[in-house]
Nanobody
C-alpha cells in the first residue's frame, strides 16, 4: 500500500509562487510515474505534471508549461511542484498521485492510470 501526503497549498496573489510537496511512504523505489493533478469546482480532475523516478523525465499540461516545475528528491521519496507566475485559473484542489505500473508518456497524463492518491491541498489564486 502507498500513502501520499500533500502539503504547501494556500492563498496567493496572481503572479506569486507556491511549492507543493508530496511525501510517499510504503512505496518501492521503481520507475513508476508520480504526478500532480488538479480539480477546480464544477470541473473534472485534470493532469498538471508527471515525473518518472528513474531518468527524471517530466511532462506538463500546456496550461502550465514554462510556469510549473515538477521534481523529486529520491532520498526523501518526495515529489514537488514549484508553481510560479500563478494565475486565478490555477485555483483548484491539487492532488498527488502514484502509478503502480510502468506507463507510457501518454498514459502518464491520464487520471485513470494512477492507483494511489493523496487527500489534496487547496490552492487559491486571487486576482
Amino acid at each position: 500500500q502507498v500513502q501520499l501526503v500533500e502539503s504547501g497549498g494556500g492563498l496567493m496573489q496572481a503572479g506569486g509562487s507556491l511549492r507543493l510537496s508530496c511525501a510517499a511512504s510504503g512505496r518501492t523505489y521503481v520507475n513508476y510515474p508520480m504526478g500532480w493533478f488538479r480539480q477546480a469546482p464544477g470541473k473534472e480532475r485534470e493532469f498538471v505534471a508527471t515525473i518518472f523516478w528513474s531518468g527524471g523525465n517530466t511532462y506538463y499540461a500546456d496550461s502550465v508549461k514554462g510556469r510549473f516545475t515538477i521534481s523529486r528528491d529520491s532520498a526523501k521519496n518526495t515529489v514537488y511542484l514549484q508553481m510560479n507566475d500563478l494565475k486565478p485559473d490555477d485555483t483548484a484542489v491539487y492532488y498527488c498521485a502514484a502509478a503502480e505500473r510502468l506507463l507510457t508518456a501518454g498514459e502518464a497524463m491520464a487520471v485513470e492510470e494512477y492507483a494511489y492518491w493523496g487527500q489534496g491541498t487547496q490552492v487559491t489564486v486571487s486576482s
